[in-house]
């Protein structure tokens, strides 16, 4: 059974850093394209970013290209997002997500990113 567990939210000021992490489980983490996305009150869910299986590329939405990184330990079944020059757009719940052959195999609970002064 697919688990997946996010960490690393919290409040933060504008033009702060966070790094949330997501440990997976019960299934092969590397062979796994894994995903950041991210719901703010009152929106629909977006992706953040993309890493795919074996971390061989990434992709990124253009709203947060250049302020945020993600990366994977695929020996620690954990995928990272550090998330620099924070700004109130920025606030969300975050989520990551496990996808293998366009089959979506699980998401996490989810952690809460706030931005603000």
């Not at 869910?45 to 990124?60: D, H, I, K, P």
């Amino acid at each position: 059974q697919v688990q997946l567990v996010e960490s690393g939210g919290g409040l933060v000021q504008p033009g702060g850093s966070l790094r949330l992490s997501c440990a997976g489980s019960g299934f092969i983490f590397s062979t796994h394209t894994m995903s950041w996305y991210r719901q703010a009150p009152g929106k629909g869910r977006e992706l953040v970013a993309q890493s795919t299986a074996g971390g061989g590329s990434t992709n990124y939405a253009d709203s947060v290209k250049g302020r945020f990184t993600i990366s994977r330990d695929n020996a620690k079944n954990t995928l990272y997002l550090q998330m620099n020059s924070l700004k109130p757009e920025d606030t969300a719940v975050y989520y990551c997500r496990a996808e293998r052959w366009n089959i979506v195999r699980g998401w996490g609970q989810g952690t809460q990113v706030t931005v603000s002064s």
